[in-house]
């Protein structure tokens, strides 16, 4: 992680990746205080890959706040960037049980539900999720009342981010658009697919950045600025992933290609066509970097992971 | 709340639970920033009914160590009360549903996932976990960082007892040794039976009373006294549960009885007989109250609730 800026985005990721890969496997618990066969059902969804988005999310901000690298922004991001992967693993099991999209495939292998049953794959995601804060809370262990401090605005952003009013929202709303709730059915509007999204992918994606802000403590201003550039990327993401449902290669994205469609489902796709789509993600980008500029930001990673979050084919 | 000490038990239950149900309604989100459906589903499950045994240790563990009443321990100690309320309720939706223990009646009335289906039963499960924890670093809305300090470390006992080391590590056992784990079946001995026990009910029960003891400002040995108070009260809600399921009456409990019977699960009674089990619970307060009285705690209400938890007879 020394001198960060100097190298390449794919030097930071790679490096940021083998950071976060380790911190996921430590801050996991283990037997014997865990049951050994909770302990292999987490691990197989938490450990089978992914691009890491989140995380990255949460280190890149935290580094951009801080102007600068090393041991002490990753100390304090790393446990947030865990958390909010627990928390998109958690949400990846959920989503892919029969009762919801019944999906076999996930990053290139058996969804979890598969390979343990139905009961085991609900209570992993459950652990996952409350492993999350447990960690927030815990990591990293410091008096420092300043640390504290922003230990509770991360956790009061990513746990708002990740239930009703946040991703479990948009979920609810998308099971009722996709018809799979008899009796609560929602036809989709422009503005409420957006709404949908926003909620669903882009409130934890926004909450990623501004946890890694709150954790290097940022100013006010700093936090507005790193809202408003998630809210970008977050909505920039989903469109790309409805894009690449339609013209994406399963074997590159591990998973099922073509079920938005043979679902009937909304996306940005179905609604604008695709190369409306394409523009309205170019957009979202092209804001997000005004704000970098607007907030003298750009001497950080995250103008190059915007660019990559669109350009991205998996 | 005035002069709870000077008044009965039934006093303070009636008190304090018209206090909780009101913060239940409060604290929860509604519309237009949740979905109407997931908040109706929410709503359904969370104000159903119960006792509230967990707020209620919340409230009489922060009164224990507050040595006062008033708006002050309940201004501290509501959030956390309703936030392991919110955790006990997610529980129990997804304990109920096909994959788990596939039960049709709570607290008297179909349970969720047999009015909404299983995957909104999964979502509003998942919602109030992430309200539990965003609603404790909320509230109560302050800056003094006694009270910030007292958040995370409630967060992290809560976040704790409510994951992998705790309740659904628990529930990952109990389906392992009720047989529902392909390949994964476990035989309980006595002690892994009451190591299930400690997990998957104890754990939460005790996290709710060092909740409100950690919210009202508890030095380390009061903490350490009422840790051992929460692990015993724990253990004797259990075991009383599980002779209730053989002894209780299913109108007065609002669930099914008999089920641990039917579905061959070890149990208390299944393994010691009804009497040695009534036994050991009334032992359980035995202790419990030596704890109380170790540490000068007897002027509060937490002996009466232990011994209220003994007699249930729901």
């Known amino acids: 992680m020394t001198g960060v800026r100097s190298s390449t985005l794919a030097t930071f990721l790679v490096d940021t990746r083998a950071h976060v890969e380790g911190a996921l496997d430590r801050f996991l ?39 600068r690298t090393g041991t002490r922004v990753l100390e304090l991001a790393l446990p947030t960037a865990c958390a909010v992967e627990f928390i998109h693993t958690y949400s990846l099991i959920h989503d892919d049980l029969p009762a919801m999209d019944n999906d076999c495939l996930r990053r290139g292998r058996p969804t979890l539900h598969t390979v343990y ?52 929202g948009g979920q609810v709303v998308d099971l009722q658009a996709a018809g799979q709730v008899p009796g609560h059915a929602l036809a ?18 926004r909450a990623s950045a501004l946890g890694g802000a709150l954790m290097a403590g940022a100013e006010p201003s700093q936090l507005d600025a790193i809202d408003r550039w998630g809210t970008e990327v977050g909505l920039a ?11 994406g290669d399963a074997a590159a994205l ?23 789509a394409k523009a309205m993600a170019a957009a979202c980008a092209t804001r997000a970097h005004a704000i970098l500029v607007e907030h003298n930001l750009t001497d950080s990673w995250l103008d190059a992971i915007a660019d990559w979050v669109i350009a991205r084919r998996n």
């Open 29 to 67: 618990p283990a037997p014997p205080d865990c049951p050994q066969l909770l302990s292999e059902a987490m691990r197989y969804s938490l450990l089978g890959g992914g691009k890491r988005l989140r995380p990255l999310l949460v280190v890149a901000a935290a580094d951009a706040i801080a102007r």
């Open 117 to 168: 049953g139905d009961g085991i794959a609900i209570l992993a995601g459950d652990a996952l999720q409350g492993e999350a804060f447990a960690l927030m809370a815990r990591e990293p262990n410091s008096d420092d009342p300043a640390v504290t401090a922003r230990k509770v605005a991360a956790i009061r952003v990513v746990a708002s981010a990740a239930a009703a009013t946040g991703m479990v």
């Open 188 to 205: 989709l509007t422009p503005p409420s697919l957006r709404a949908m999204h926003l909620q669903k992918t882009g409130a934890l994606i």
């Open 237 to 247: 993401f989903q469109i790309v992933d409805d894009i690449l449902d339609v013209e």
């Open 254 to 276: 591990g998973k099922t290609t073509g079920k938005d469609a043979a679902g009937d489902k909304p996306t940005y796709t179905s609604l604008f066509g695709l190369e409306q």
